[in-house]
């Protein structure tokens, strides 16, 4: 911790002034004299024109422009000119690349989209399929018990039911007689003629089966009306109990027969139907298979014989892989029959021939059409820039009156027209006045010697005073000089970036000033850590507010005045404050002027914290400034936050300022 204690002369060296060369970068033809003044455009000669052209190329040449190839031609310099077909051909070339490229995706898209919208449709017929097939099986279950219903719902025709599964045929013959002369009907009404008409009217029945289960007789009726009788019927009843009733062309339901009085199964009844309706609803929708069969694995109907069913009842739903094709199948189980619906995957996403050669037909349209339209726009954009190359090359030679079309499409091409003609307006106003901007440039640079000579004339004069004091013996006037002349020094001599030490100097030096004005009333202290010392700041952020204290806050009436300043770091910001106990200000008037800080609103006029502050936002940012805060006990804290990791930028802004200054 560096320490500067009231009446301290300690000589901090002070960096070495950083002197910035000035130059003009448009250079002046100086050691040439041309009489009659600035140049003037005359209607004659080679010469001229030649010599005019050179002063254009030695303009480029003086702003940066180092790279502009010219070849000498005739009687004048141009730039080599290229074919004009060039840019049109590299353009053209990418364009259709380009086009080519966009119009193949697209196809290429829309294949694809076409494709799956295809599959989702067949899929969808599929399970519509599958669906339609299913609700025809669940339709023949219900057909069988409505028939089982009308059964019960005629008792002549159940007795007359009920008593053939009892009796032999000669007893069920003369039953059938004696019932038909005990009533009044004039035809008799018996279980086979019930089952004839029940085939009647529905066609998709192929047979229904009777089994009397006390005689061991099976009854099968046709729609034609008749009748077959078979004695043994142990393997058909053991098929029913097996629940193994379908055959290949014909699924069947049973209903069983019970005597409504004792509620015993006398028989049953086995309704047949027809598997044509399958063919006709997988012929309907083409795209897809249908395969029915029992829940035993017995195929009732199978669209497609050359696969096999097998592969086909170990999954339940979904896609199954068969040889190299891929399937996607959709089961649908009614009472005992399952109901398959298959396609392959390939065929179902297949896009037709005809629909691809359309779409690439379409494609080579749109390519076609966008190679004429590509073709017209670049000859227009290609004509436009022959034109701004050819007003180049005769400025080239010389001819700055060369004007080009612009405002006309409101591109960029016209905003390099517009350009073109600022540059050679400000051009030919260069050359005809670089002479007397010569002549004032001269000027400005004697003004500017002469002007260094006052500030170094009062800094000597100053020392002479100091030293003609102290030899008086007026040691106290001596040492204000010497505070005077180290703070008018650091304004004339050192650069606009110091250590964080010499702006503490100064700003000690200062309050010496005060220090002999207020003796006995005002002290300072001032610290400095030392691992900060070196730190690079701004010059003047620690004066101008010291400044404001004595303006405003010092009691110059009474005695016991104190400023303390101190400097200390924390994280990635450097922190110094200035603590002083005079008049202080009110919370309101503090909060007011924070506010003002924060909000960056600074007079031109202001030199004091208003200043510091827009100077350190506008190096450090936002996050930085100035803060006022007041003191316990009275008086006024104001802390200075200062940015630790941004040394680069403080020089730069600062050496930017500095040669504002100087200009």
Not at 31 to 49: M, T
Not at 266 to 274: D, L, P, Q, T
């Amino acid at each position: 911790m560096l320490t500067l204690c009231p009446g301290e002369t300690a000589d901090v060296p002070c960096p070495a002034p950083v002197h910035g060369s000035t130059s003009s970068k448009l250079g002046s033809s100086s050691g040439k004299s041309v009489d009659g003044g600035p140049l003037a455009k005359s209607s004659g000669g080679i010469g001229e024109r030649e010599e005019e052209g050179m002063i254009v190329r030695e303009v480029f040449r003086g702003i940066g422009i180092h790279d502009i190839m010219m070849e000498r031609k005739g009687g004048g310099w141009r730039m080599p000119k290229k074919s004009p077909k060039q840019l049109f051909h590299k353009l053209f070339y990418r364009y259709t690349v380009l086009i080519v490229c966009i119009v193949l995706a697209l196809a290429v898209y829309f294949i694809s989209a076409m494709r799956n919208r295809i599959l989702e449709t067949n899929r969808h017929y599929m399970d519509m399929m599958t669906e339609e097939a299913a609700s025809y099986v669940d339709e023949c279950s219900q057909t069988a018990g409505h028939i089982q219903a009308e059964l019960y719902q005629s008792s002549g025709i159940l007795n007359d039911l009920l008593t053939y599964f009892q009796y032999e045929p000669e007893e069920y013959q003369k039953y059938r007689l004696d019932t038909f002369i005990a009533s009044s009907s004039a035809a008799y009404e018996g279980f086979n003629n019930f089952m004839e008409k029940v085939m009647e009217n529905n066609s998709d029945i192929r047979s229904i089966e009777i089994i009397a289960y006390d005689k061991s007789e099976v009854t099968t009726c046709y729609p034609d009306g008749k009748t077959y009788i078979r004695q043994n019927a142990k393997l058909r009843m053991a098929e029913v109990e097996r629940r193994d009733l379908a055959r290949d062309g014909t699924f069947s339901f049973v209903k069983e027969i019970r005597d409504p009085d004792t509620l015993t199964g006398a028989g049953c009844m086995i309704v047949n139907f027809k598997a044509d309706q399958f063919r006709k609803i997988q012929e309907y929708y083409s795209i897809a298979g249908l395969l029915v069969c029992s829940q035993n694995h017995m195929v009732i109907f199978q669209s497609d014989n050359e696969l096999d069913a097998n592969a086909f009842f170990q999954t339940q739903e979904g896609e199954i892989a068969r040889d190299t094709s891929q399937y996607y199948v959709q089961k649908s189980d009614i009472g005992d029959y399952s109901i398959y619906g298959m396609a392959d995957k390939k065929k179902a996403a297949q896009v037709p021939f005809t629909t691809i050669l359309a779409v690439l037909g379409v494609g080579l349209g749109v390519i076609l059409l966008g190679e004429w339209c590509v073709r017209i726009y670049l000859l227009h954009l290609t004509g436009r820039l022959n034109h701004i190359i050819d007003g180049m090359q005769r400025v080239t030679t010389g001819d700055l009156s060369t004007r080009l079309a612009a405002d006309e499409n409101g591109d960029e091409l016209d905003v390099i027209s517009t350009q073109f003609n600022e540059m050679c307006q400000e051009l030919d106003r260069y050359i005809q006045k670089s002479y007397l901007a010569e002549i004032e440039q001269k000027n400005a640079e004697m003004e500017a010697l002469q002007s260094q000579i006052n500030p170094h004339f009062l800094y000597n004069t100053l020392e002479a005073i100091r030293m003609k004091a102290i030899c008086n013996g007026d040691r106290d006037v001596g040492k204000m000089l010497y505070s005077m002349s180290v703070i008018f020094r650091s304004q004339l001599k050192d650069s606009d970036i110091i250590t964080l030490i010499q702006e503490m100097h100064y700003c000690k030096k200062y309050l010496e000033l005060f220090e002999y004005r207020y003796q006995g009333k005002f002290t300072s202290k001032v610290e400095c850590p030392e691992e900060l010392m070196n730190y690079p700041v701004m010059k003047f952020i620690l004066q101008p507010i010291v400044e404001n204290y004595f303006v405003h806050g010092i009691r110059s009436e009474q005695e016991g005045n104190t400023i303390h300043i101190w400097a200390k770091r924390i994280e990635d910001a450097l922190f110094v404050h200035i603590e002083d106990n005079g008049k202080g200000m009110t919370e309101e008037e503090i909060e007011a002027k924070n506010a003002e800080l924060e909000a960056a609103e600074h007079h031109k006029k202001s030199v004091g914290i208003s200043n510091v502050n827009t100077r350190i936002r506008a190096v450090y940012g936002d996050g930085y400034g100035v803060i006022l805060k007041s003191r316990e006990g009275g008086g006024l804290h104001v802390i200075v936050k200062i940015g630790i990791d941004k040394k680069d930028e403080v020089r730069e802004i600062c050496h930017e300022e500095s040669d504002v200054s100087r200009g």
